[in-house]
């Protein structure tokens, strides 16, 4: 409803210009940025876009330079919730706030993910090394005389050894599988390669407001005889817990104010439902104090307590809120000798100047400097802890002058406002989520910086950050909120403002001020940080402040306003339910419960992922060497061929590719929460300490195995280990049927092909019962197998499949043929296990000296 | 629990490929102090060689269950099997993939080279120690049984010298009739068995004798067999019987036979096969168990 050339139309949102007089009222959506010109009672939700859970009044003052913090502005797409009231649009489309954030957010990317990175790395790495040394072999080949095709062939063979083939396939079961986990614990990712991001990440953003709170004002404390009380709280299953005071005397006069001055009301009968979670209407506050007034009354035994307690005292006149009186009252029949009674709530020092008793245990007193001052203690002490305040009062008018049937006049008013008896405080809080507390201390012991950046004000979000402990209690705080101007220049830590302490409060007012070096210094220094009164882009800011820090940053957002700090992040975190279409499509993941939670459990399974990918790959690298040598030792050391092409085929892409791939089913080790996250510049997902120890020392110790067997079937047929060097060339000549063995018989060609054909065989085997050491001590990295247990059924399943396999290939008639092998005896296929035995006890008095020695030159060397 | 407040411990980068190779700040080559090095290569040195004495321990192992005479695997049933291959010689190992024996009757420096080889070839035969003359029925059944003391059946070249194919006269070669030596691949425990008097093949009946491996030769193409002309094998019947079985003993003298070639063509190649015969020798080309193929060329034209 637009009023355009003075006439009144009615227009669609799009069709909205510059300059229109717009009518607003209660339930529309404001289509335009409007500054509004005149008011009544307006109130609009600005939560999508600052994250404040209150209803924001509205009117023509202007009171700020910040479009966003002054009072004559309503932004495009905010609900109206209450009053209605005119304005000028000044802004539309793309070029109002929102529409900012929205371009903001189609711009900013947040590059390559860390595990994308990692792979990247890996591929490099293992690119280099297979093409050293197969391009060596190649080399060394053609000195020796072999022709081009054969050494070729070798270079090739070489090289596919040195690929591990089944990475792809475990990045993504590893990716897929942990997805699927996070869904069942209501997480849902967007993007596969998030999860291990989450692992990574060393800082996480979080809003406030829905994310670690409830996003639901709570009566959290109230003041009456003098004395501070905490709340009784509503608990999951409905039932109030704590101890209530008996609503008697004072309180119980409190208590009486509270559910009858009250415009909110349940919108359903919905008993069944615990009281916090019902629907009310009415705003915020209303609705905190109702059902704190519902949980006091039913003891969450007779349902709707309030409504029958509201039907004894019927409502005859009442005067709503406004930003002048700063009050509301009703008045109500019911009183004691049919008298009437006035409550009224508003303001607490405007309460307390309109009366002149407070209510205690020994009846009304007059209200005294002592009084006050106990007042002005509770009243700081509740705003102190970031809590919205409200005074009650009440009279009870006297019946001789307002008899029963009296006609009170809101117009004119035509009863008293003064001489009140003051009944106490009630404070409210949007409370923060149970668990949340427990999580961000998770966070914290696995080392990952949990930093509040709000749109609420920096006091709220002191308190809350206290309460979850993001601020540690009793901990000095720096405090950059004054609205102060910031020196000229840069500031550093333990200079000027910037006090050596652990913690800080910036102001979104005072962001704005500081160089980026001073951003990046608060950034850097402080352990505990809380951001307040930010815009979308300031979030932006600090979340590019914290990655030139070098940290892998994780936002969590619910509103508009975080979406470019969700999609810059490295991981953005979307709120499913309270959520915004527009954060969770810049988000990767969405939390669908919204429990902060859920992070950790992210955090733990993104770390698995990292873990059991390097675990896997680790397991997959081993083989190589054992792959290799064989080819080295024909070209080196003139060997008939130890191991054929096919049979490294037959490990790389038959037997090693389940219990690889298994690996990413492992169970975490112990200390996988207790460990600072990864340094993304040095802990790499592989590592020349990686690349060493499976190389230089299990891999090793493979070969041997395969050696052992290659010459222990060598000897039993009668080529003794001396003898077979330098033999290749005449093992080798088709044409030469008189190769003789060390006990002087003479081999035909056609006989010394089969006799390596079961060599390649045996190696194969023994290979195949090394990796099985191998993979035993794959499972951890830390811990002992003892403790990890046997419990990942997939690896066990995967353990059994590689001797079936091994079977397959070299038992099933025909088949054997085709894949080059050779069937083997039952002693022939033993030879592996001592050094399967050995890999594993080797690899446990390593893990066993580096928990003993953590940073000792074992763990330097070996702890990949 | 402070927050984020475990602090990492302060890591210095090497910052591009010239501070990795050598850093004058932390003193470190390859990304490793001095000491670090020595630390890594005593560890390494310790680690091997440890592994090492294992390996080498597993095989010794292995070794100490094996026999000294004998493989674990030999004859019926094993890799090595009971069907012998054929040999011949000369073979120069000079030229390993080529089976062609090419001389020229005008050029004495190209048939040199298999002369010589036939010469240590056959010396082994000259060294009699150890060994016995085995007149009659004597040979070598026994052997196995005698253990250490065995003394294997002293093999005469006396034979190939009556027949022409004596070192004095370069194995024929000089007159351009080559004599080629030919053997059986020793087996441990592989005997010849007699054919049935009635079922001795067509090839060979005229010369079979009871107790020793006939020899047949022929050209491998029908073309081939036109051109190959008169063979003579040394001795008549073949290989002699009485060297078997062959057992793992020094100075063991494997018996051979000679198949001499007395009208080759000249200048042309032509492709030879040659069959030994016994019961117990079966013919398999694929795998050429039995036989033996080679090429000669004869030359007379002046190069």
């Known amino acids: ?864 | 629990m402070a927050n984020g407040r475990a602090k990492k411990e302060e890591v210095d980068y090497d910052h591009g490929w010239k501070e990795f190779l050598y850093n004058k700040r932390r003193g470190t080559c390859l990304g490793r102090t001095s000491k670090s090095w020595f630390q890594i290569t005593v560890f390494y040195i310790i680690f091997y060689a440890l592994l090492a004495a294992f390996w080498v321990g597993c095989l010794a192992i292995f070794l100490g269950t094996l026999d000294d005479k004998v493989p674990r695997f030999y004859g019926k049933g094993t890799i090595i099997g009971i069907n012998p291959g054929v040999g011949y010689q000369p073979w120069l190992k000079e030229n390993p993939d080529s089976t062609l024996i090419k001389f020229n009757l005008k050029n004495p420096e190209s048939w040199k080279p298999y002369v010589d080889q036939l010469d240590g070839y056959l010396s082994k035969y000259k060294n009699t120690n150890g060994t016995r003359e085995c007149v009659g029925d004597d040979n070598n059944s026994n052997l196995l049984a005698d253990g250490s003391a065995a003394r294997p059946c002293r093999f005469s070249l006396a034979d190939f010298d009556k027949a022409g194919c004596s070192a004095a006269k370069q194995y024929g070669f000089k007159e351009g009739k080559p004599c080629v030596v030919l053997s059986l691949n020793r087996l441990i425990g592989w005997s010849p068995v007699d054919f049935a008097p009635n079922s001795v093949p067509e090839q060979v009946r005229d010369r079979y004798k009871n107790g020793s491996i006939a020899l047949h030769c022929d050209g491998t193409t029908n073309v081939d067999k036109e051109h190959i002309g008169k063979t003579t094998y040394v001795p008549k019947e073949g290989i002699s019987g009485k060297f078997y079985p062959y057992i793992f003993v020094d100075n063991y003298h494997q018996p051979i036979a000679m198949v001499r070639f007395e009208t080759l063509p000249r200048n042309k190649l032509v492709l030879v096969e040659c069959r030994a015969y016994a019961l117990n020798i079966e013919h398999d080309i694929t795998s050429r168990l039995g036989l033996v193929h080679f090429e000669l060329f004869v030359q007379d034209k002046k190069e």
């Not at chain 1, 609900?79 to 070029?95: A, H, M, P, Q, Y």
């Open chain 1, 1 to 864: 409803m637009v009023i355009r050339d003075g006439q009144y139309r009615d227009i669609r949102v799009e069709e909205v210009v510059l300059g229109d007089l717009v009518c607003i009222s209660f339930g529309d959506k404001v289509p335009a940025d409007v500054r509004v010109i005149e008011s009544k009672g307006l109130k609009v939700d600005n939560s999508s876009l600052t994250g404040e859970s209150e209803p924001l009044l509205r009117a023509p003052e202007c009171t700020h330079d910040n479009p966003l913090e002054t009072k004559n502005m309503m932004m495009f797409s905010t609900n109206v919730l209450e009053g209605t009231g005119r304005g000028i649009v000044i802004r539309t489309g793309d070029n109002t706030v929102m529409g900012r954030i929205a371009a903001i957010t189609s711009q900013v990317t947040s590059g390559p993910t860390p595990i994308s990175l990692e792979i990247r790395h890996f591929i490099r790495i293992i690119g280099t090394v297979a093409f050293i040394v197969a391009s060596t072999c190649f080399i060394v080949s053609m000195i020796s005389g072999s022709d081009l095709l054969s050494a070729l062939v070798f270079m090739m063979g070489i090289f596919v050894a040195n690929v591990p083939e089944g990475i792809t396939a475990t990045v993504t079961a590893s990716l897929t599988l942990t997805a699927k986990k996070m869904r069942k614990k209501h997480c849902l990712v967007k993007k596969l390669e998030a999860v291990e991001t989450l692992g990574s990440t060393s800082t996480i953003c979080s809003d406030k407001t829905g994310t670690l709170t409830q996003n639901r004002m709570t009566v959290a404390h109230f003041w009456a005889r003098g004395e501070i009380f905490e709340a009784v709280m509503c608990g999951e299953d409905g039932k109030p817990t704590g101890r209530g005071l008996p609503v008697t005397g004072a309180y119980g006069d409190l208590m009486r104010c509270a559910t009858l001055c009250s415009r909110s009301d349940f919108k359903e009968d919905d008993t069944d439902v615990p009281v916090q979670k019902r629907e009310t209407v009415g705003d915020a506050s209303e609705a905190a104090i109702l059902k704190y007034c519902e949980l006091v009354r039913s003891q969450g035994v007779t349902p709707n307590a309030v409504r029958e307690y509201r039907e004894g005292y019927p409502k005859v006149m009442e005067q709503p809120f406004n930003s002048i009186n700063k009050y509301q009252l009703s008045i109500h029949t019911g009183g004691p000798n049919n008298s009437h009674i006035l409550v009224l709530k508003g303001a607490p020092e405007r309460v307390l100047a309109m009366s002149t008793t407070m209510s205690t245990e020994e009846g009304p007193k007059p209200i005294d400097d002592n009084i006050r001052k106990q007042f002005q203690k509770a009243y700081d002490d509740l705003g102190g802890m970031g809590e919205r305040v409200l005074g009650f009062a009440e009279l009870i008018l006297p019946p001789d002058q307002f008899p029963p049937g009296f006609a009170f006049d809101l117009e004119n008013p035509n009863y008293p406002t003064a001489g009140l008896n003051f009944l106490g405080l009630i404070s409210m809080i949007d409370p923060p989520r149970p668990g949340v507390r427990m999580a961000v201390h998770l966070c914290q012991s696995a080392g990952i910086k949990v930093v509040m950046v709000t749109g609420d004000h920096p006091i709220t979000a002191q308190a809350i950050a206290k309460q979850v402990h993001i601020i540690d209690n009793g901990i000095d705080v720096t405090l950059l909120i004054d609205d102060t101007d910031a020196p000229a220049g840069e500031e550093l830590y333990g200079t000027g403002r910037l006090k050596k302490t652990e913690a800080i409060v910036v102001h979104g007012e005072q962001l704005k001020k500081l160089s980026e070096t001073t951003l990046d210094s608060i950034v850097a220094n402080y352990h505990q940080v809380v951001f307040a009164r930010t815009s979308p882009t300031q979030k932006l800011q600090i979340v590019e402040a914290y990655q030139r820090n070098g940290q892998i940053v994780a936002v969590t957002g619910d509103g508009v306003n975080d979406a470019p700090a969700l999609r810059k992040a490295d991981i953005g975190i979307a709120m499913g339910i309270a959520g915004t279409d527009v954060s969770k499509q810049a988000a990767d993941m969405i939390l669908l419960n919204d429990n902060f939670a859920s992070i950790v459990t992210g955090v733990e399974e993104g770390r698995i992922i990292f873990d059991n990918l390097k675990k896997s790959i680790a397991y997959v690298l081993t083989s190589n060497i054992g792959e290799v040598t064989p080819f080295i030792s024909y070209v080196v050391f003139g060997l008939p061929l130890p191991m054929s092409l096919m049979s490294i085929l037959l490990i790389d892409m038959g037997t090693d590719l389940w219990p690889a791939i298994s690996l990413a089913y492992e169970l975490p080790e112990n200390d996988i929460m207790e460990r600072p996250p990864r340094d993304a510049k040095i802990d790499k997902l592989v590592n020349a300490r990686l690349i060493l120890f499976s190389y230089m020392h299990i891999g090793v110790m493979q070969a041997t195995a395969g050696f052992c067997t290659y010459f222990f079937i060598m000897m039993q047929n009668g080529f003794m280990p001396w003898d077979l060097w330098g033999l290749r060339e005449q093992w080798d000549n088709k044409d030469l049927d008189t190769v003789a063995d060390s006990f002087g018989q003479e081999w035909c060609y056609e006989s010394r092909r089969q006799l390596l054909r079961s060599c390649h065989s045996g190696f194969f085997l023994s290979m195949v019962m090394v990796q099985w050491g191998d993979l035993f001590i794959s499972k951890t990295r830390k811990n002992s197998m003892v403790t990890q247990g046997m419990n990942n059924m997939v690896m066990n399943t995967g353990m059994i499949s590689t001797v079936v396999l091994s079977c397959i290939f070299l038992y099933t008639p025909g088949l054997y043929n085709i894949l080059a092998q050779t069937p083997l005896r039952m002693t022939t296929t033993m030879v592996g296990l001592p050094f399967a035995v050995l890999i594993y006890m080797y690899d446990e008095v390593r893990k066993c000296i580096i928990r003993r020695h953590p940073g000792g030159i074992v763990y330097r060397l070996t702890n990949y």
